[in-house]
C-alpha cells in the first residue's frame, strides 16, 4: 500500500498518528527533487517527495511504529552529481513530531568512462591504490626493458665474437 500525504504546517493529528518532519539540507545549485520511501515495520510504504518549491519541508502525519528510509531517489540526476545522507531508522511516536533530516552534497565519487564507454565510479581512495599499481608497473616496465637490454647486448656480444672466431 502506497500512501502519499502532504500536510500543511502542523495540526493536530487525527487519532494516535504522529508527525514526521523532513528537513532536506541541500547544497548551493540544487534544484532536483527528492524522493523519499519510508517503510513502516509492517511492510506499508509511504512515498514522499520534497522540492524546491516548498523550501524543501515535508511534513506528514503518520501511524506510530518503526519506520525505515528505504530509499531517497534524487530526480534528473542520471550522471550521479549529487548524493543524500540521512538516517536509515526513524520512530513515530503518537501525537509527537519526528524529525528526518537529509544532507545533499556533490557526489565525491570520480566518474570516467572504461574502453566500451561505459561510465565507471572510482572512489579516491580506490583511484589512488590504482595510481600506486600503475607506478608499481612501471617499475617492473623498466626493470624488464634493462633486463631485456642487458640479455640484448649479450647476443650481440655473442653474435659478434662467434662472428670473428667464423671468419678470422
Same mark, same amino acid.
Given at each position: 500500500?502506497?500512501?502519499?500525504?502532504?500536510?500543511?504546517?502542523?495540526?493536530?493529528?487525527?487519532?494516535?498518528?504522529?508527525?514526521?518532519?523532513?528537513?532536506?539540507?541541500?547544497?548551493?545549485?540544487?534544484?532536483? =527533487?527528492?524522493?523519499?520511501?519510508?517503510?513502516?515495520?509492517?511492510?506499508?510504504?509511504?512515498?514522499?517527495?520534497?522540492?524546491?518549491?516548498?523550501?524543501?519541508?515535508?511534513?506528514?502525519?503518520?501511524?506510530?511504529?518503526?519506520?525505515?528510509?528505504?530509499?531517497?531517489?534524487?530526480?534528473?540526476?542520471?550522471?550521479?552529481?549529487?548524493?543524500?545522507?540521512?538516517?536509515?531508522?526513524?520512530?513515530?511516536?503518537?501525537?509527537?513530531?519526528? =524529525?528526518?533530516?537529509?544532507?545533499?552534497?556533490?557526489?565525491?565519487?570520480?566518474?570516467?568512462?572504461?574502453?566500451?564507454?561505459?561510465?565507471?565510479?572510482?572512489?579516491?581512495?580506490?583511484?589512488?591504490?590504482?595510481?600506486?599499481?600503475?607506478?608499481?608497473?612501471?617499475?617492473?616496465?623498466?626493470?624488464?626493458?634493462?633486463?631485456?637490454?642487458?640479455?640484448?647486448?649479450?647476443?650481440?656480444?655473442?653474435?659478434?665474437?662467434?662472428?670473428?672466431?667464423?671468419?678470422?
Amino acid at each position: 500500500m502506497c500512501i502519499l500525504c502532504v500536510v500543511p504546517a502542523f495540526a493536530e493529528p487525527e487519532g494516535e498518528d504522529g508527525f514526521i518532519d523532513v528537513d532536506v539540507d541541500p547544497v548551493d545549485g540544487f534544484h532536483q =527533487s527528492l524522493m523519499i520511501n519510508l517503510v513502516r515495520e509492517s511492510g506499508e510504504n509511504y512515498l514522499l517527495v520534497a522540492e524546491a518549491v516548498n523550501q524543501w519541508v515535508v511534513n506528514l502525519a503518520l501511524p506510530p511504529g518503526n519506520y525505515e528510509v528505504d530509499t531517497v531517489t534524487i530526480d534528473k540526476d542520471p550522471h550521479g552529481q549529487y548524493q543524500a545522507g540521512y538516517e536509515k531508522k526513524l520512530v513515530v511516536r503518537s501525537k509527537e513530531v519526528s =524529525s528526518l533530516k537529509i544532507r545533499v552534497r556533490e557526489n565525491t565519487v570520480n566518474s570516467s568512462k572504461d574502453a566500451m564507454g561505459t561510465e565507471t565510479k572510482e572512489d579516491p581512495e580506490q583511484e589512488a591504490l590504482s595510481t600506486g599499481a600503475r607506478t608499481d608497473l612501471w617499475g617492473i616496465v623498466k626493470k624488464m626493458w634493462f633486463s631485456l637490454a642487458l640479455v640484448l647486448a649479450s647476443l650481440i656480444f655473442l653474435a659478434v665474437k662467434k662472428r670473428k672466431e667464423y671468419y678470422g
